[in-house]
Structure formats: structure tokens, C-alpha cells
């Protein structure tokens, strides 16, 4: 099935993420059920250390999804004060737990623990984050692993909206780890001729321009404008952007389009609105864009679940 999304007074269209992941939940929840028949619950477990706030709504919004599909969930937090050799016997005994196919450890961690230690001692099976070297190999060599969720969402939301990947020329803005690079590899895995573009790339928007599918991942709000966007260009927008400025604001959300209304109330009732890296304005030329909030976001927790899911049938020899 495709998502018909919503067109705009600008004739783009709203590649709608809640929609998306509602029906990839809804294929996770399917999934569960056939497996129940079998006798399998697939689990995750998710590790929370300490109190960061965001991190907290975060895993219980995963939490909450589990058991919305079906999916058994532990939630493990640790105190602040942890330390790396107690998270590793803590993921040791989850590695060799049999109800646990999943293993989620929310970062960031706190500075004295050592992260890249934790995240490779999670057996690669279990890795639905897709972080582990064994995992980032796999990718790059084209052979099947466990993704990372928010590129991984990527891909699917150009696969379900039927947009053309192959022989596109795709710009990826931002290398991380989580984000950037994979997608990256997604893309060329499905034949995009892909640039990626970091904080040292001289001249982005002669990089940009060219993109047929533009994905921007740089944690920079607005920092894509109109005058760097290819008319009809697909334009991913993975930044979460938090603007509490009212002069910034306006210059976001003029008034000039008919969403502004919407914003503003949000505005003044919460006093800051949720941006990505592209500009608003960049919008207007796309032939397709996913909105931020409600595009790729909603993506993460949805693949996150596929991924557990996906994960229980490999550990079961079922794929
Ligand atoms: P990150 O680890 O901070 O990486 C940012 C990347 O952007 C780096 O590669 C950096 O280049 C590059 N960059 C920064 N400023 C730049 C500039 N002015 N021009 C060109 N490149 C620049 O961030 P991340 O984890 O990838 O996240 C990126 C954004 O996506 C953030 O807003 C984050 O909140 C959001 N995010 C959303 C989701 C989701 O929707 N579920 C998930 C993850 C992240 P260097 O490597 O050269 O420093």
C-alpha cells in the first residue's frame, strides 16, 4: 500500500512519517502474532542509566510501543554512578538471556563510562541499534544486518512514498555514526550515486543543488535555504532543532504560509517550536519533503521494533 500524502499550497508532497510508521507498527504487530502461534515473544531490553530527561521519554516511548504491538519489553536503569565493568556484566547477562532479542542501550552515557566498549561487547545479533562494528561491516558490505533505526526509517519512507533511488545523485549533510554515514550506505546499497558533505566540505550548496535527494543530518536548524534546493528534489529532514528565539521564529514562520497559523499557536502555548536543518522555504520547491516534527522522527521507534522483531527470526534461523 502507499501512503497517499498530504500536497501543499506549493504542490509538494508531505511524506507523512506518523502514517508510515503506523503502518510498519501495524506489519511489527502482524509479525508478532504469527510468531505468538509459534511460541515466541520477542524482547527488548531497554537500558536507561540515570536521569537525562530527554533519554527518559525517549525509552519509555519505546517501552510503551512494545507493548502496544506485542513485543515483551524490560526496562533496566541503572544509577548515574554505574560503572563500564557493571554495564559490562549488566549486557553479559542480557547477551545471554534467551528472552531477550533486542538489547537497546539509550545514549548518551554518562562521560566515566566507556561507550564503545559497551556497545561492542552487545552480541551483534542483538544489536537492534545497529551500532556494532560487526553490524556497520555488514552494511558496508552489502550483506544482511541489523541497520541503524533513523536511516533505516530513511529508506523506508522513500521506498513506501515509490520514489526512485536508484541512479539519483543522493547528498547526505553530516557523517555521524548514527545517522549520516549509514544512511549514506543505505543509499548507495539501493544504486544512489551519493555525496556526503561534513562541517569541512568546501562550497555545500554546489553539492547540494545537484541532489535529487537530499538528506540533512547536521543538528543545524534552518541551515538549508531555498537558494541551496534543486526544484523537485526529494528533501529528508533528519534535525530536531529546538527554537525558543520569537525573532527566529518569525523568520521561519513569517505568516506567509498556511502551516504558520499552526505554529504560532504552538509558539505561544509552549513557548518554542521543533525545526529541522532545512528551512521551512526550502519546502516550497520540493517535489517531496518530510516535515519536521512528523517525517523521519516518527520513523526511529517504528524501525526499532522491526528490528526486534527481525532480529528473533534470525537468532531462530526464521529468515
Ligand atoms: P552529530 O553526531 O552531531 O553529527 C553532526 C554532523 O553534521 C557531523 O558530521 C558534522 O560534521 C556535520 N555538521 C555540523 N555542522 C555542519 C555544518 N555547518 N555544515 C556541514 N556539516 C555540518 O549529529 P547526529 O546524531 O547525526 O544528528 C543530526 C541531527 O539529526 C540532530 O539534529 C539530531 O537531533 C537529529 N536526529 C534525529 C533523529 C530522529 O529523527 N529520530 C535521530 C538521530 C538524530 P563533522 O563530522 O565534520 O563534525
Redesign the pocket.
Known amino acids: 500500500m502507499t501512503i497517499s500524502s498530504s500536497t501543499t499550497a506549493t504542490s509538494a508532497t508531505v511524506l507523512n512519517g506518523n502514517a508510515f510508521a503506523a503502518q510498519i507498527k501495524a506489519e511489527v504487530a502482524e509479525d508478532v502474532k504469527v510468531l505468538a502461534a509459534q511460541g515466541i515473544r520477542p524482547g527488548l531490553a531497554a537500558v536507561l542509566v540515570g536521569a537525562v530527561p530527554a533519554s527518559q521519554i525517549y525509552v519509555r516511548s519505546k517501552v510503551r510501543t512494545c507493548e502496544q504491538l506485542g513485543l515483551y519489553s524490560d526496562l533496566i536503569t541503572p544509577p548515574e554512578s554505574v560503572t563500564t565493568e557493571e554495564m559490562l556484566e549488566l549486557v553479559a547477562r542480557l547477551n545471554a538471556r534467551e528472552d531477550i532479542d533486542g538489547i537497546l542501550i539509550q545514549l548518551p552515557l554518562p562521560a566515566h563510562v566507556n561507550t564503545k566498549r559497551l556497545l561492542e561487547a552487545v552480541l551483534p545479533e542483538k544489536d537492534v541499534d545497529g551500532f556494532h562494528p560487526v553490524n556497520v561491516g555488514r552494511l558496508q558490505s552489502g550483506q544482511p544486518a541489523l541497520a541503524p ?2 536511516p533505516a ?1 530513511i529508506v523506508e519512507i522513500l521506498k513506501r512514498a515509490n520514489l526512485p533511488v536508484a541512479g539519483q545523485n543522493a547528498v547526505v ?8 554515514k549509514p544512511a549514506a550506505m543505505l543509499l548507495l546499497q539501493q544504486n544512489a550515486t551519493v555525496t556526503i ?5 568546501r562550497d ?1 550548496a554546489s553539492f547540494t543543488r545537484n541532489a535529487d535527494i537530499l538528506v540533512a ?4 536548524p534552518g ?1 538549508v535555504t531555498p537558494q541551496m534546493v534543486k526544484p523537485g528534489a526529494t528533501l529528508i529532514d ?4 529546538r527554537i525558543h528565539d520569537r525573532q527566529l521564529f518569525d523568520e521561519f514562520f513569517p505568516g506567509t504560509h498556511p502551516d504558520d497559523a499552526a505554529r504560532a499557536e504552538m509558539f505561544a502555548s509552549k513557548g518554542h517550536t521543533i525545526v529541522g ?1 532545512i528551512h521551512p522555504r526550502a519546502f516550497e520547491l520540493a517535489g517531496a519533503y518530510t516535515p519536521v516534527p512528523g517525517g ?2 516518527p ?2 521507534i517504528a524501525m526499532l521494533m522491526a528490528n526486534t522483531v527481525r532480529a528473533a527470526k534470525l537468532r531462530r534461523g526464521l529468515l
Open positions: 533505526c533513523t526509517g549533510l553530516g557523517r555521524s555514526d548514527i545517522v549520516g558533505c561534513h562541517s569541512k566540505t555545500i543530518a547536521i543538528g543545524r541551515y533528519v534535525g530536531i532543532n536543518d523521519v522522527g520513523l526511529t
